[in-house]
Nanobody, 124 residues
Framework: EEQLAESGGGLVQAGGSLRLSCTASGFVADFDDYAMGWFRQTSGKEREGVARITSRGDATSYVNPVRGRFTVSRDNSKNTVYLQMNSLKPDDTAMYYC???????????????WGQGTQVTASS
């Protein structure tokens, strides 16, 4: 069974940093066949894309609110994708999810195999 497991969330003060991890297991194809995305959702709002990375990690993209503060990376030998979040703001508070992107476009409709999410809270 295909699974994604996020970890690394927590409570930090505004301006702090966190690194999220997402580890894949049970996939038939190799992990480096999949583009990956990070999404977030707050209560009462739609899930939104945050960052994406190509299957081999040679290209990344970010939404404007996080560009310059967040960095997405991956280690295909560990079946893991990361999201380094720096200079966190209260507006970044959300449940963060990773997903397989098919195709490689940061839209919810292209996301498959959601993980359970990890909560990030940045306090002011």
């Amino acid at each position: 069974e295909e699974q994604l497991a996020e970890s690394g969330g927590g409570l930090v003060q505004a301006g702090g940093s966190l690194r999220l991890s997402c580890t894949a297991s049970g996939f038939v194809a190799d992990f480096d066949d999949y583009a990956m995305g990070w999404f977030r959702q707050t209560s009462g709002k739609e899930r939104e894309g945050v960052a994406r990375i190509t299957s081999r990690g040679d290209a990344t993209s970010y939404v404007n609110p996080v560009r310059g503060r967040f960095t997405v990376s991956r280690d295909n030998s560990k079946n893991t994708v990361y999201l380094q979040m720096n200079s966190l703001k209260p507006d970044d508070t959300a449940m963060y999810y990773c997903a397989v992107l098919q195709p490689c476009s940061l839209q919810v409709k292209n996301a498959n195999y959601w993980g359970q999410g990890t909560q990030v809270t940045a306090s002011s």
